[in-house]
């Protein structure tokens, strides 16, 4: 049995992958924006098999909250063995280009917010000298897309960020995992049309759970992103800057 922390766990992504650890009958702790959503889960996941479900309320910008927190979640549950970090917004590209306001926002929710969530995370994993840290960040973040640059630098901050934090926990064994989603129909696009390439959240929480147990560095999800986006890392700027993506 083990110990699953989720952050963010109203996120359709992150339902699907605590449903996956429930019915390996793991301990859970939900953290995420709204209470009544979180108990509507924390009912569904103990029918599906969870052998405890604790939750709490969490607003990824009240950064003054995370210790307080974490520190209970870790008082609850001993240890972490898995904390999953998953929420995010979609931002206004338009807008924020334009209203400084939005994008220091898009940046708090999306990467300052994960960064602050880390900072309390680190020690008592690496204490323990066990555990995955395992953050959701997407595709967007290996290239800037004329399209949507503000939420692909944010996402960008925090690939960088485990980079180092990976190498800087190796040696204390504890694993960090990047998952990088491409289109994924969740609540967050609801407003985009769909197409081939699009997954479901539980595709994702396959991915995020085989990369857990094999240990992934970066996991794209699906898997076929790996390819997608080395393709389109590959394109000379001086062409990618005149493709409307
Ligand atoms: N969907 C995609 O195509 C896609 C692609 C690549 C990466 N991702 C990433 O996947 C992760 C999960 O997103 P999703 O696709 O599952 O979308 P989702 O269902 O809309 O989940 C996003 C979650 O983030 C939460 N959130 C937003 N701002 C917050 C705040 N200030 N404090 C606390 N929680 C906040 C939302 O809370 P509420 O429920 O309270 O609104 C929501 O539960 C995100 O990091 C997203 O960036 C998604």
Request: glycine content about 6%; charged content about 20%; some cysteine.
């Amino acid at each position: 049995m083990k110990n699953v922390l989720i952050i963010g766990a109203n996120s359709a992504i992150a339902k699907a992958t605590a449903r996956h650890y429930a019915q390996q009958k793991d301990s859970l702790y939900l953290l995420a924006r709204d209470p009544h959503q979180l108990e509507i889960q924390r009912g569904d996941l103990a029918v599906r098999g969870a052998s405890a479900v604790e939750c709490a309320a969490f607003d990824a910008t009240d950064f003054a909250s995370h210790g307080r927190l974490i520190t209970k979640a870790l008082e609850t549950m001993g240890h972490f063995d898995i904390v999953l970090i998953a929420h995010g917004s979609l931002p206004d590209q338009a807008l924020c280009e334009s209203d400084f306001e939005a994008t220091l926002q898009a940046f708090n929710i999306n990467a300052l917010s994960v960064i602050s969530l880390l900072n309390h995370i680190i020690e008592p994993m690496r204490e323990r000298r066990d555990g995955c840290i395992v953050v959701v960040t997407s595709v967007a973040g290996d290239r800037g897309r004329q399209s949507n640059f503000v939420y692909g630098a944010a996402k960008a901050m925090v690939s960088t960020y485990l980079q180092g934090l990976r190498g800087r926990l190796f040696h204390d064994n504890v694993c960090v995992i990047d998952i990088k989603p491409g289109f994924v129909d969740t609540p967050m696009t609801a407003h985009l049309s769909k197409g081939v390439l699009w997954a479901q959240p539980e595709q994702i929480a396959q991915r995020i759970a085989k990369g857990v147990e094999k240990r992934r560095a970066t996991v794209y999800a699906p898997g076929f992103w790996r390819l997608i986006m080395f393709v389109v890392c590959s394109v000379p700027e001086v062409i990618f800057k005149r493709l409307k993506l």
